[in-house]
Every structure is written in structure tokens, then in C-alpha cells.
């Protein structure tokens, strides 16, 4: 099983790897610059090169990389939107240039103008990335707190048509739960499935819910310990066509014991 954490890259951003492994994860999310600003501070040559050699091992693989949390592809204001876009194409460089395989990219707010304006501002920010074939972008689902776009099977279906680009997903099971998807049920796991295909589900983030099914809200809870519950992620894993997914985990609290507890979850069936 892929398992692992969003690490901080606090003083080198190789050290990741450092933090990942104590951890115990084989497999890690990190940010490549900081993730409440705008800037992209230059990497030095030296980090660089360290960074590589930590990723060459393999022993934590993939490495997928998180934007920022000020883009906003969705935005109808010309000079954020505009200003985000060049915030993905930089940060797409950069995953190229350190071997990072995957990028996960919310997609925004559409700040009251309607989802469809939100849709089409995201397909044309998507088709406008720069994104070079060893890094692959993930658009990922979003709890459907007001304004927000992709937190429905169909509006992620509508941009992936609406696309000329090849992207990828990365499902959040606390953002399924809290948009009222139910991914302790089988036949919730089988319509997405069915709309949106596993096939291009390339990761997924593994966070309890701290609120109720359908609440809309975007706060994660340690793995159990939520309305998700164990049972309830125990009854996800039973649904083995998802196993073979890297699992990131953004909870409160890391912890060996909760990595421990996840091997145990998907383990029992
Ligand atoms: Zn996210
Ligand atoms: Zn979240």
C-alpha cells in the first residue's frame, strides 16, 4: 500500500523526504512554495540537487506536490485569474524540475458568478498550463461550501470534456463525505466509478470528516476518529479497486499509529 503525509519542507525542502521516512510513509504530498502566498522563491542548485537524490531512491514515491492556496483558477477578477494561471505554469516547472510526478490543484471560487462561468474559467486555465508529459495535474474535488467549484461528480466531468489537456483527479474522502457523498457505501464508490472512472483517479487524500454526511464543510479529522469512522473506512477499502492508489493523508495529528490504523483498515478483508 502507497501511504503517506503532507511533510513540511520547512528549512530544506529535501528534509521532506527525511520526515516522510520517520514517519514511516512511502509515498508524500509537500508544497513547493509557501502555500498561503503568491511567490515562488528560487530553489538553490545545492537543495535541488539533494531533493533529486532523495527522489532517485524511491523510497518515497510518488511525490506529488500541492499549489498554493491563493490561485484561483475559477476567479472572474482578470488579474488574480490571470495571476494564477502563471502560478500553476511555475509551479508545473518546478515538479518537472524535481522529479515531482503529480500536482494537485483546487479549483477555486467563482465569487458569486455561477458555476458555469467558474467551469469555463477552469478549462481555460487548464488549457492555457504549460504541463509537460512527466507531470500529470489533478483537479481536486472540492466539500461544496458556497461558491466553490468541482465538489460534483458532474461538474469534474464537465472539465475533463470541456479540456483539451490530459488531467487527472484527486478525490478527497472528507470532501466526498462533507458534499454528501457517501464513500462508506458501495454503490456510492460505484457512481463514481461509473462518472468519473477510477482510472483517473491517480490519488487519493485520506481524511476522516469532522462534520456530518453533506454538511459542506472542509475540516478533516484524524482517520477514526470522525463521522467517516474506522468502519466506515474499512468498509471504503473493501471496495479493492481503489487499493492500488497512492493515499495522502492531511489530518490534525500525524502519527505512526494512525499509518498503523490505516495498514489495519485496509488490511481486514
Ligand atoms: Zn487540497
Ligand atoms: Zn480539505
Given at each position: 500500500m502507497r501511504l503517506g503525509y503532507h511533510v513540511s519542507t520547512a528549512?530544506?525542502?529535501?528534509?521532506a523526504f527525511d520526515r516522510a521516512l520517520a514517519l514511516g510513509c512511502n509515498t508524500m504530498q509537500i508544497f513547493l512554495s509557501n502555500p498561503r502566498g503568491w511567490e515562488i522563491k528560487e530553489i538553490s542548485k545545492e537543495i535541488k540537487e539533494a531533493f533529486l537524490a532523495k527522489s532517485e531512491s524511491k523510497r518515497v514515491s510518488p511525490v506529488i506536490a500541492h499549489m498554493p492556496?491563493?490561485?484561483?483558477?475559477?476567479?472572474?477578477n482578470n488579474s488574480t485569474y490571470s495571476k494564477s494561471i502563471e502560478n500553476l505554469n511555475k509551479t508545473l516547472m518546478l515538479c518537472s524540475e524535481l522529479n515531482v510526478e503529480y500536482l494537485v490543484t483546487h479549483l477555486g471560487s467563482h465569487l458569486g458568478k455561477g458555476s458555469d462561468i467558474g467551469i469555463n474559467n477552469v478549462i481555460n486555465a487548464i488549457n492555457k498550463a504549460e504541463i509537460s508529459d512527466d507531470v500529470t495535474l489533478l483537479l481536486e474535488n472540492t466539500s461544496?461550501?458556497?461558491?466553490?467549484?468541482?465538489?460534483t461528480l458532474e461538474e469534474l466531468v464537465k472539465i475533463r470534456e470541456g479540456t483539451e489537456k490530459k488531467i487527472g483527479f484527486c478525490l478527497d474522502t472528507c470532501h466526498l463525505y462533507a458534499a454528501?457523498?457517501?464513500?462508506?457505501?458501495k454503490e456510492v464508490l460505484e457512481e463514481i466509478d461509473k462518472k468519473l472512472g477510477f482510472k483517473d483517479v491517480h490519488i487519493f487524500h485520506l481524511n476522516d470528516s469532522k462534520?456530518?454526511?453533506?454538511?459542506?464543510l472542509d475540516r478533516h479529522e484524524n482517520i477514526g476518529m470522525g463521522y467517516i469512522g474506522r468502519e466506515g473506512f474499512s468498509k471504503f477499502f473493501s471496495?479493492?479497486?481503489?487499493?492500488?492508489k497512492p493515499f495522502i493523508m492531511e489530518t490534525p495529528q500525524e502519527s505512526k499509529e494512525e499509518l498503523l490504523l490505516v495498514k489495519q483498515l485496509s488490511g481486514n478483508h
Open positions: 528549512q530544506r525542502m529535501d528534509l492556496y491563493l490561485p484561483n483558477l475559477s476567479s472572474t461544496g461550501s458556497k461558491n466553490s467549484v468541482g465538489s454528501g457523498y457517501d464513500i462508506t457505501k462534520f456530518q454526511l453533506g454538511s459542506h471496495y479493492r479497486k481503489i487499493l492500488d
